[in-house]
């Protein structure tokens, strides 16, 4: 039976390997991955929780800003919105892109969350933690790398909040992705994550606050939706992009780039030209010359759903094959979807 034969495959896949990690992970009857300019980079199907492909995805690197969404998942887990939190005089010392915030104010975790995520503003991640953490960095530092081991991002490590150049301040692109899965599960962190152009309230001089997000992405390019930039010396460009189109939802993270928002676009590009899982057990049900359903009559499509089938090139009968096996959804995964997908075809687990 079918979901016999996909069980089978996602235990062999759960046996398999890491990849060479100097080698090109690509995903299911894909064109020829993109080539970049990032050093290390992932992209990721989050509906069918399957790796497209990936590029060094296990080097060690500095992160640059994007360390600001750990703090943030961190701040959102024991903070309200609407808390006070009274600025400190050394967070307006911070070095690197900052929010402009003045000693002796007092904002809410709201908005500096909005001066951090947005601004990428130093000195708010550095209120933030020093907030969090009950008047020491270091013991937020602290809970930045528990929270990162109960993550299972085994090869991250932490030194600082904001992601300023720091010996021993690393993660991998993998690990980042599993860092932008997480935060999805933090909804204030994607509502700030979409924010464009926000203005603050004043300083204390009267002097206007205006903040425009850094991920140029937003609004340029069709369905971004985040999530965070990151940009220093030692780890060059660095991006974390989140996305959704017609319900399918891509992430992508890019490390040490030349522009890391061309290439994400070329990754989310690429990405979008692969085959969902569903469309992969859709469109054998389509003739090849686009006639129409050819098994079954009763599949409960819309309209847009089929003229996207229709158009589909034909898959491969060797359509595993090219896959990395290790990133193959687990059977579960892959039996939702079917179920979804041919209710009236497929049953069972």
């Known amino acids: 039976m079918l979901i ?13 390997g890491p990849p060479h990690a100097s080698a090109p992970v690509t995903g299911l009857d894909a064109p020829e991955i993109p080539r970049i300019t990032a050093e290390r980079w992932i992209t990721y199907d989050a509906n069918a929780e399957v790796i497209l492909a990936s590029w060094n ?23 309200d919105l609407g808390s006070v939190v009274t600025i400190p005089s050394f967070a307006t010392g911070a070095r690197g892109s900052t929010a402009g915030l003045v000693a002796g104010e007092q904002w809410t975790v ?7 995520i947005v601004r990428s503003g130093n000195d708010a991640a550095l209120s933030l933690a020093y907030h969090v953490g009950g008047g020491s960095i270091s013991r937020f530092v602290s809970m930045m790398n528990a929270k990162a081991s109960e993550l299972g991002m085994a090869n991250t490590h932490f030194m600082n909040p904001n992601g300023l150049d720091a010996d021993g301040h690393y993660s991998t692109a993998r690990d980042l992705l599993t860092l932008i899965i997480a935060s999805q599960e933090y909804p204030d ?14 300083d204390p001089n009267g002097k206007s606050r205006t903040f425009t997000n850094t991920n140029k992405l937003l609004g ?9 930039t990151g940009d220093t010396p030692w780890a060059d460009k660095v991006m974390l992009a989140t ?19 061309s290439d994400t676009r070329e990754l989310l590009d690429w990405s979008y030209s692969t085959y969902s899982i569903r469309d992969r057990w859709l469109r054998p049900l389509f003739s090849e010359d686009g006639g129409g359903a050819t098994i079954s009559t009763d ?8 003229r996207r089938l229709r158009a589909l090139a034909p898959l491969s009968d060797g359509r595993w094959k090219t896959s990395s096996l290790q990133d ?9 979807w079917i179920r979804e997908a041919i209710p009236n075809v497929v049953s069972g687990d």
Not at 58 to 72: C, E, F, R
Not at 189 to 202: A, C, D, N, S, Y
Not at 299 to 306: A, C, K, M, V
């Open 4 to 16: 016999t034969a996909l069980t089978s495959l996602a235990l062999v896949a759960t046996l398999a």
């Open 189 to 202: 962190i994607q509502r700030v994550g979409r924010i464009r152009l926000v203005t603050m309230p004043e």
């Open 328 to 336: 193959l959804p687990k059977a579960e995964s892959i039996g939702r």
């Open 243 to 261: 996305s959704e189109r017609a319900g399918r939802r891509i992430y992508s993270v890019v490390m040490h780039s030349d522009d890391h928002f």
């Open 299 to 306: 599949i409960d499509l819309t309209t847009s759903e089929q």
């Open 220 to 228: 340029s390019y069709p369905g971004v939706t985040g999530l965070k």
């Open 57 to 79: 995805a296990n080097d060690q690197a500095p992160m640059a800003s994007v360390t600001k969404v750990m703090t943030a998942i961190l701040v959102l887990e024991s903070q």
């Open 110 to 116: 709201g908005d500096l969350l909005i001066a951090m």
